[in-house]
T-cell receptor, first 114, second 112 residues
Framework: AQSVTQPDIHITVSEGASLELRCNYS??????LFWYVQSPGQGLQLLLK??????LVQGIKGFEAEFKRSQSSFNLRKPSVHWSDAAEYFC????????????FGKGTHLIIQP | KAGVTQTPRYLIKTRGQQVTLSCSPI?????VSWYQQTPGQGLQFLFE???????NKGNFPGRFSGRQFSNSRSEMNVSTLELGDSALYLC???????????FGSGTRLTVV
């Protein structure tokens, strides 16, 4: 069965500092990996996705993620966070094609200190 | 182009009642999937429809059902509501082959 682990429930970062959110996955085949962000009371917004090819993926809002097959990881990074980045971040894995649905991690709550 | 539209945004129902939620996908998207989000269980996959056929279903009781119409709009129904069904229900649409999912803003269901 597929699974996603986000080890950090909460992370506090100072504005302007760098950020890395961890994500480890378990999937039997080639994974399709996603990072989503959710603001309070809102739906999920796709930050970036990895299907194949270059293991470093660029997304929106200055985020990037690196796929490391040997470590089963897909960590999200941003060189300098802004107060507006405060939100809940979810990593997800799927088999592609839509039929299998996505399996989400429990999420990481990002707090930005002024 | 318009995003994924879910209606209503908020809903309050009484235990034992049933509820129907609606989702209009992005134009051209034929795949629609549904997720339940609760503080305790997080985001869980309910089911996925493509061209009016359910292709996969998550681990939820039979009280949860859905359907998709010829215009790709989808509805999900929950019968005999329980307090534990209180959640944010999210719908996502996908363009087959693109393997990306766009989510709506969700329907917040409260069961009292």
């Amino acid at each position: 069965a597929q699974s996603v682990t986000q080890p950090d429930i909460h992370i506090t970062v100072s504005e302007g500092a760098s950020l890395e959110l961890r994500c480890n996955y378990s999937y039997g085949a080639t994974p399709y990996l996603f990072w989503y962000v959710q603001s309070p009371g809102q739906g999920l917004q796709l930050l970036l996705k990895y299907f194949s090819g270059d293991t470093l993926v660029q997304g929106i809002k200055g985020f990037e993620a690196e796929f490391k097959r040997s470590q089963s990881s897909f960590n999200l990074r941003k060189p300098s966070v802004h107060w507006s980045d405060a939100a809940e971040y979810f990593c997800a894995v799927g088999g592609g094609g839509g039929a299998d649905g996505l399996t989400f991690g429990k999420g990481t709550h990002l707090i930005i200190q002024p | 182009k318009a995003g994924v539209t879910q209606t209503p945004r908020y809903l309050i129902k009484t235990r034992g009642q049933q509820v129907t939620l609606s989702c209009s996908p992005i134009s051209g998207h034929r795949s629609v999937s549904w997720y339940q989000q609760t503080p305790g269980q997080g985001l869980q996959f309910l089911f996925e429809y493509f061209s009016e056929t359910q292709r996969n279903k998550g681990n939820f009781p039979g009280r949860f059902s859905g359907r998709q119409f010829s215009n790709s709009r989808s509805e999900m129904n929950v019968s005999t509501l329980e307090l534990g069904d209180s959640a944010l229900y999210l719908c996502a649409s996908s363009l087959e082959g693109e393997n990306g999912y766009t989510f709506g803003s969700g329907t917040r269901l409260t069961v009292v």
